[in-house]
């Protein structure tokens, strides 16, 4: 333990990873690189309370205290280089080496880049940092017209905060409909209607052919058919990469994402990754994925830290994920890919209601809005292995409750979970 851990990347994942080294009695060196000058702070507030609110404050992920307190080794405003693999070292950009141990990989994703004339002009934007979100509040004072390119979470939560605030703005979603890779079609359509009903212009099946600018700046979108949007600001929300680029010249395997065994190991052993970065074979579904969420970042980093402390957990966590556009507050649970048949709970008008997603008799994941119980119950189902059949569902929570409770009672192992 001379060396230590190092830890590169200070977001979610990368902090939790610390913070659990130190709980599970890890008593070596633990640093934290980041290559931002700020405290670690927490990202999802970012495309709503934040960009809305000129006197918003970032929220630290921890207090200062707790990096001094633990003896985590806080770096702020680094960047590296390259990672020496047989040497265990980083090379820092500007100068200087750090050795490791172990290293943690947390060096998330960043915005997918728009292949367009103009996307270079003043005024264009993507939102994955605090910097980003310091530009979009600022610019967002004096934009009238604002357009959105991308139909997924990031690109609607920022579309609703900013109608609710008098912008005129207008997503263009380059499929057929929102959320494409995200949600059921059901829940989708829902979305669109309670945002349109505010006010929200949605253009899906269509693409963008340039943006045009004047003295520098955006000044408009044109988009496949012919038609001219205004804009003074344009927010680019077409997906993510992975940071892969320090794994992949140091030679780990890369497969969508630094490719991970089911204890965060890399191809190279004494190297990890976790969060968005990393790519590994699910236990739940059977298949290769890479997730971009708050819950699979801290999990990974629980299991990547005992893993460094010598346990050989298996990742089992249940992903969950959520996203507040609007007055909607939208919650998964599970993997929902390959499902066959759903069940709907409550009601749509109401704006109300789940999705249970099934692949034959097998639940596989359920899609809330604004029914924060049936989300807490379905992780409670999925990490039982417990697959209610519809017809519990349609019972209601009450019924499946007790069916939960029942199949836990026959074996005290899945009580426990």
Same mark, same amino acid.
């Given at each position: 333990?001379?060396? @230590?851990?190092?830890?590169?990347?200070?977001?979610?994942?990368?902090?939790?990873?610390?913070?659990?080294?130190?709980?599970?009695?890890?008593?070596?060196?633990?640093?934290?690189?980041?290559?931002?000058?700020?405290?670690?702070?927490?990202?999802?507030?970012?495309? %709503?309370?934040?960009? %809305?609110?000129?006197?918003?404050?970032?929220?630290?992920?921890?207090?200062?205290?707790?990096?001094?307190?633990?003896?985590?080794?806080?770096?702020?405003?680094?960047?590296?280089?390259?990672?020496?693999?047989?040497?265990?070292?980083?090379?820092?950009?500007? @100068?200087?080496?750090?050795?490791?141990?172990?290293?943690?990989?947390?060096?998330?994703?960043?915005?997918?880049?728009?292949?367009?004339?103009?996307?270079?002009?003043?005024?264009?934007?993507?939102?994955?940092?605090?910097?980003?979100?310091?530009?979009?509040?600022?610019?967002?004072?004096?934009?009238?017209?604002?357009?959105?390119?991308?139909?997924?979470?990031?690109?609607?939560?920022?579309?609703?905060?900013?109608?609710?605030?008098?912008?005129?703005?207008?997503?263009?979603?380059?499929?057929?409909?929102?959320?494409?890779?995200?949600?059921?079609?059901?829940?989708?359509?829902?979305?669109?209607?309670? $945002?349109?009903?505010?006010?929200?212009?949605?253009?899906?099946?269509?693409?963008?052919?340039? $943006?045009?600018?004047?003295?520098?700046?955006?000044?408009?979108?044109?988009?496949?058919?012919?038609?001219?949007?205004?804009?003074?600001?344009?927010?680019?929300?077409?997906?993510?990469?992975?940071?892969?680029?320090?794994?992949?010249?140091?030679?780990?395997?890369?497969?969508?994402?630094?490719?991970?065994?089911?204890?965060?190991?890399?191809?190279?052993?004494?190297?990890?990754?976790?969060?968005?970065?990393?790519?590994?074979?699910?236990?739940?579904?059977?298949?290769?994925?890479?997730?971009?969420?708050?819950?699979?970042?801290?999990?990974?980093?629980?299991?990547?830290?005992?893993?460094?402390?010598?346990?050989?957990?298996?990742?089992?966590?249940?992903?969950?994920?959520?996203?507040?556009?609007?007055?909607?507050? $939208?919650?998964?649970? @599970?993997?929902?890919?390959?499902?066959?048949?759903?069940?709907?709970?409550?009601?749509?008008?109401?704006?109300?209601?789940?999705?249970?997603?099934?692949?034959?008799?097998?639940?596989?994941?359920?899609?809330?809005?604004?029914?924060?119980?049936?989300?807490?119950?379905?992780? %409670?189902?999925?990490?039982? @292995?417990?697959?209610?059949?519809?017809?519990?569902?349609?019972?209601?929570?009450?019924?499946?409750?007790?069916?939960?409770?029942?199949?836990?009672?026959?074996?005290?192992?899945?009580?426990?979970?």
């Amino acid at each position: 333990m001379k060396n @230590g851990v190092v830890i590169v990347g200070a977001g979610h994942a990368g902090v939790q990873a610390a913070a659990s080294l130190r709980e599970d009695g890890y008593e070596g060196p633990v640093i934290l690189v980041g290559d931002e000058s700020e405290l670690p702070y927490h990202k999802p507030p970012l495309s %709503k309370t934040f960009i %809305k609110d000129a006197e918003a404050k970032p929220q630290p992920l921890r207090g200062e205290a707790f990096y001094t307190g633990n003896t985590i080794d806080y770096r702020p405003g680094i960047r590296i280089d390259r990672i020496d693999t047989a040497g265990r070292k980083l090379e820092i950009e500007g @100068g200087g080496e750090l050795a490791f141990d172990h290293l943690i990989l947390a060096t998330g994703s960043q915005p997918r880049i728009l292949p367009l004339p103009g996307s270079d002009l003043a005024g264009v934007l993507s939102l994955r940092s605090l910097a980003d979100a310091r530009l979009i509040r600022a610019l967002s004072a004096h934009s009238e017209d604002v357009v959105i390119l991308g139909g997924g979470f990031i690109g609607l939560e920022i579309a609703a905060t900013l109608r609710a605030a008098g912008r005129t703005v207008t997503v263009v979603e380059a499929v057929d409909r929102l959320l494409g890779r995200a949600v059921a079609p059901v829940v989708a359509s829902h979305v669109r209607q309670r $945002l349109e009903a505010t006010g929200v212009r949605i253009l899906t099946g269509t693409t963008v052919a340039s $943006l045009q600018g004047e003295n520098g700046h955006v000044s408009a979108v044109v988009i496949s058919s012919g038609e001219i949007l205004p804009a003074r600001m344009v927010i680019v929300g077409i997906g993510a990469v992975p940071n892969v680029e320090l794994a992949q010249e140091a030679g780990l395997t890369i497969a969508n994402g630094i490719r991970v065994d089911q204890q965060m190991r890399s191809s190279a052993p004494q190297i990890l990754a976790i969060g968005d970065v990393a790519s590994y074979r699910h236990w739940f579904t059977g298949g290769d994925v890479r997730l971009e969420s708050v819950q699979n970042a801290t999990d990974q980093a629980r299991l990547a830290a005992r893993t460094i402390t010598g346990h050989t957990d298996a990742y089992s966590a249940v992903p969950w994920f959520w996203s507040d556009i609007g007055d909607m507050k $939208l919650q998964m649970v @599970g993997l929902t890919s390959g499902g066959d048949s759903h069940v709907v709970l409550g009601d749509l008008p109401d704006n109300k209601f789940s999705i249970y997603h099934y692949a034959g008799d097998r639940l596989l994941g359920i899609e809330s809005v604004n029914r924060p119980g049936d989300h807490m119950l379905g992780r %409670k189902m999925l990490g039982a @292995g417990f697959s209610p059949t519809p017809r519990m569902v349609a019972g209601g929570p009450e019924e499946l409750k007790a069916a939960l409770a029942a199949f836990q009672q026959d074996d005290p192992a899945r009580a426990a979970s």
